[in-house]
């Protein structure tokens, strides 16, 4: 109810009187805003045009041209953590979101569960009168809660959304993505050969969001949280916008930091005098060398070609998500809504490392510790980012697009969390294509959007007192330019790395992020840099201001005991297991499933990866009966019986490296039959890869056996789980076309055990879960 009711109640209908008022919603204040935030992903600061990077952003390039471009905006370095306080204004530890949320682990800031106390922006707006639409990533639901059946507390309408159109995870393949509108998963709506994309199917939901708000209610606001899967693997794009870089960057990674810093500094995004820091900027053993960057002149020519291709690919991606995000932008001009629309475009952490210093083209190779083949890879180029491939650029471009700062994504250097911010709304900002270099951060962004609307954050939500905000508005930068920073002091910590920032000089410890396992943490070498003057942290000054790094050491611990940071966490991945989530295994080891049901989600499906297994399906067969009766994966990895021709199949899609390895018999007759395969481990190879014997039933006869290899880790990395009766998303084998419905009979039950062997190699498969962040 908008009030409490002021009619009158009595015994006769025509003695009372009605009052409609108390049931109306709440309107917004008058000539409040609307608002859309757009936000990306793994983009450093030096990639995008209107920061003097080689990727142009013609939409982006207009807002900028019309608004403000912030130079010393911040993010936490990964992605949940940024993405929890666009939602609730809080810090990723306050939101229990000092991690992604597959690797939560049992302590209050790491946990996973936002608490209660920190509603978001999106429920507050909501009770204040505007309509509030979430479209595309979201990685803040936790790991125990992504399943069919589970409590959709902490989905998006739980936290105060009206609607929900996107996927769950931290990543998904743009072109068989794994979709979810509202509280339910679905199938995407068409194919790539009809012109799917995931960016443009978001742009169509989007538009659809608001042209439904606009015409049904015209006079009330709306939040807009627009999210798109670019610029995270897999980088896939139309071929014409792949096209549109080609040779933009055979010049090398490191030719592009020495090319774009003073563009950087040209557009007063740097200062003058800002110096490049290192390529590999770290003591050895301090991070993981899989952050380590190869110089280009260390290459072949082979090589070169390759990554040069990867950073195309890339470039391609973004302008074409910028590109539908222009049709959005059109839509609101259009519709006469620009000029009162607040919005927000940006990043959510720097450039991400996790493609390995040598890339690849099919990133599940990586995530199962699989090495790259250069031949096969070069075999590829053509086709990346395209369906065939699932592919990342190596670490120097995350470099090169985070010029001029040390490292990239996951580190609390300012390569892991500087990231561009474009600001636009002129019913407010007079300014027109001007920088503001005030310092601010993504805790800063709810706090600015609240005062925008006029409207405050309640001191209670539900019964619950609710966490102040510890951001500050960033509204006055709408005005002078040379405002003063209001901020004062903002603490960093991802993973084990830490930092603090505070009136313009930055303290870092060199430790590079988790799994590396090095501990220590009270001995860690701290370094100090004036930020003020030393914008890319290139020259340490430790050794002169010791006084000013031991003061900015104790600042860093008094906010880490106060916004719930602590225990810090560096452990290696099998130590660190026994800490995190953990489905529980049935005491049988055995798994039943249904067909007419969602996919089940690869976290929570029986795990066939490093064990003997047994797959064992009831289903009534006849003369036409063909389909999948059982799969999981994709054509980067996965499993599927199914019945083709008359014959019955089993195919292990070992990470997507032909030959798939296969048996087939004659399908069986019509009537009931138990149909399946049994895995016996024998033996691992070197790279962890399972061997053994894989033999095919029809009831109880075993009618043909062969030797194969099982995957260590992740089948896919894009959510597609196990489905019975077809094969959800991108399909494993290339043998049937897309889902391949199982038809002409019945799959009545699929029974998994896995009882003989639960071993699980967890250091893999926990390196798995963070790098697909």
Not at 208 to 218: E, G
Not at 272 to 280: A, F, P, R, V
Not at 624 to 637: H, K, L, P, T, Y
């Amino acid at each position: 109810m908008a009030r409490e009711f002021q009619g009158k109640i009595e015994l006769d209908v025509r003695d009372s009187t009605p009052d409609w008022g108390a049931y109306e919603e709440t309107k917004a204040p008058d000539g409040a805003p609307n608002v859309l935030v757009i936000l990306f992903d793994d983009t450093g600061l030096a990639a995008w045009s209107p920061y003097g990077g080689r990727i142009q952003m013609p939409t982006l390039d207009r807002l900028a041209a019309n608004g403000l471009t912030y130079s010393q905006w911040h993010t936490t370095a990964l992605c949940s953590p940024t993405r929890s306080t666009f939602l609730t204004g809080r810090t990723h530890h306050q939101n229990a979101y000092a991690t992604i949320s597959e690797t939560a682990s049992g302590f209050p800031g790491y946990n996973g569960h936002i608490p209660k106390s920190n509603a978001s922006v999106a429920r507050v707006l909501r009770d204040a009168g505007w309509s509030t639409f979430w479209v595309g990533k979201n990685h803040n639901v936790p790991i125990n809660a992504i399943a069919s059946g589970s409590n959709r507390s902490e989905w998006p309408l739980g936290h105060g959304f009206d609607r929900f159109y996107g996927f769950i995870g931290g990543e998904t393949n743009q072109w068989y993505p794994d979709l979810a509108v509202d509280n339910h998963y679905i199938d995407q709506p068409y194919l790539p050969d009809d012109g799917y994309h995931l960016s443009k199917d978001l742009a169509d939901q989007a538009l659809r969001m608001l042209r439904d708000s606009k015409q049904s209610m015209p006079d009330k606001p709306w939040y807009l949280w627009f999210c798109p899967g670019a610029n995270h693997a897999p980088h896939h794009a139309p071929q014409e916008y792949i096209d549109k870089y080609k040779g933009k960057f055979d010049d090398g990674y490191e030719a592009y930091r020495e090319w774009v810093l003073p563009r950087m500094i040209e557009r007063g995004i740097l200062p003058e005098g800002t110096d490049l820091t290192e390529l590999n900027p770290m003591t050895p053993g301090t991070f993981s060398e899989g952050d380590s960057v190869r110089p280009w002149d260390s290459l072949s020519d082979a090589e070169k070609k390759l990554f040069s291709r990867t950073a195309e690919v890339y470039a391609g991606f973004s302008e074409y998500t910028d590109a539908q995000v222009g049709r959005i932008v059109d839509y609101l001009e259009e519709s006469g809504q620009l000029e009162n629309t607040l919005i927000l475009y940006a990043a959510d952490n720097g450039a991400s490392g996790e493609g390995s210093p040598s890339g690849s083209i099919n990133e599940n190779l990586f995530f199962n510790g699989y090495p790259e083949d250069i031949e096969q890879n070069l075999s590829m180029i053509d086709k990346l980012g395209g369906p065939e491939a699932y592919n990342h650029y190596p670490t120097g471009w995350a470099a090169a697009f985070s010029t001029p700062f040390r490292m990239f994504k996951r580190y609390s250097y300012t390569g892991g969390s500087a990231d561009p911010l474009v600001i636009h709304w002129p019913a407010k900002v007079t300014a027109r294509g001007e920088v503001r270099d005030q310092y601010h951060h993504c805790t800063d962004i709810v706090p600015t959007i609240l005062e925008a609307c006029g409207v405050a954050m309640p001191e209670v939500v539900d019964g619950v007192e609710q966490t102040p905000l510890p951001g500050v508005p960033m509204n006055y930068t709408f005005g002078a330019s040379d405002a003063p920073t209001t901020k004062e002091t903002q603490y960093y910590e991802m993973l084990g790395t830490r930092a603090i920032w505070h009136k313009g000089w930055k303290a870092v410890t060199e430790h590079g992020p988790v799994p590396i396992g090095l501990g220590h943490f009270d001995q860690d070498r701290w370094q100090l840099f004036h930020t003020d003057v030393d914008r890319a942290e290139a020259h340490d000054l430790a050794e002169q201001h010791p006084e000013k790094l031991k003061e900015l050491g104790a600042l860093w611990l008094a906010e880490a005991e106060k916004f719930q940071v602590l225990p810090l966490n560096d452990l290696g991945v099998a130590d660190f297991i026994k800490y995190e989530y953990h489905l529980p295994v049935p005491a049988d080891g055995r798994y039943t499933y249904y067909p007419q049901t969602t996919e089940v989600q690869e976290q929570l499906a029986a795990r066939t990866q490093q064990v003997s297994f047994k797959i064992l399906a009831e289903v009534e067969f006849t003369a036409s009966s063909e389909g999948v009766i059982v799969a999981q994966g994709s054509r980067f990895g996965g499993y599927s019986l199914f019945v083709k021709g008359g014959q019955l199949t089993y195919v292990y899609n070992f990470l997507g490296i032909p030959p798939e390895q296969k048996l087939s018999a004659p399908a069986p007759s019509a009537g009931r039959h138990v149909v399946g395969v049994g895995f016996d481990k024998t033996g691992r190879g070197a790279h962890g890869e399972a061997y053994g014997t894989l033999t095919l039933y029809v009831d109880d006869e075993a009618v043909g056996s062969t030797e194969i290899r099982t995957q260590l880790g992740r089948y896919a990395l894009t959510g597609e789980g196990l489905s019975v009766g077809y094969d959800s998303g991108d399909t494993v084998s290339r043998e049937y076309h897309h889902g391949f419905p199982f038809t002409g009979g019945e799959v009545v039950k699929v029974v998994y055990d896995v009882a003989d062997d639960h071993y699980i190699d967890v250091e893999k498969e926990f390196a798995a879960k963070l790098a697909s962040d």
